[in-house]
């Protein structure tokens, strides 16, 4: 297995903050806007998105976190049921529009699969996507990310590990994971 750095704890840094200066310029006072981060992992995203907007803008977004594992089209196919996390939104987001945030696009699967489930909550005016690592040339659902920290190319064998976690060193890492002995 061999590792790659792809964003240093700087260079996700800036990343992050050049994300947080797009959303500002689309959505100026965030007054009819909300972020979604997709659980598990863009929820971390999110958090380190509104720290930084908050230190930008002063403002407190209005934000919840999205569980849409019971929305997956492969929920009933799996060996092992995926697990499930909470789902934290004390808002609607009817005539909102919403920013779903997740750390990577790969086949797109994950963000249909949790619009179905955004759609308990309302009918938003608008939805964008907000990602950190977009896998490129391997979409199962034709999507597109607004926001973008990075564009990567990558082989099936391929994955990419984001380490995002408070007060740590946050990285992002592509992983060959194809057998050297093959």
Known sequence: MQKRLILNPDL????????????????SSFEDTVLVGLQPRGAF???????????????DITHGYLDSTFHRDDFRRLDIPPKAHETKMDFVVEDKQVILVDDVLFTGRSVRSAMDALLAFGRPQKVELLVLIDRKY?????????????????LAHQKVLVQLEPEKQNKVWLINEENDAA
């Open 12 to 27: 996700l840094s800036i990343t992050i903050n050049r994300l947080c200066h797009q959303l500002i310029e689309n959505h």
């Open 45 to 59: 995203l999110l958090e380190l998105i509104l720290a930084q907007l908050k230190k930008l803008t002063g403002v």
């Open 138 to 154: 391997s979409r199962d659902v034709p999507l597109a990310p607004n926001y973008v920290g990075k564009e990567v190319n990558t």
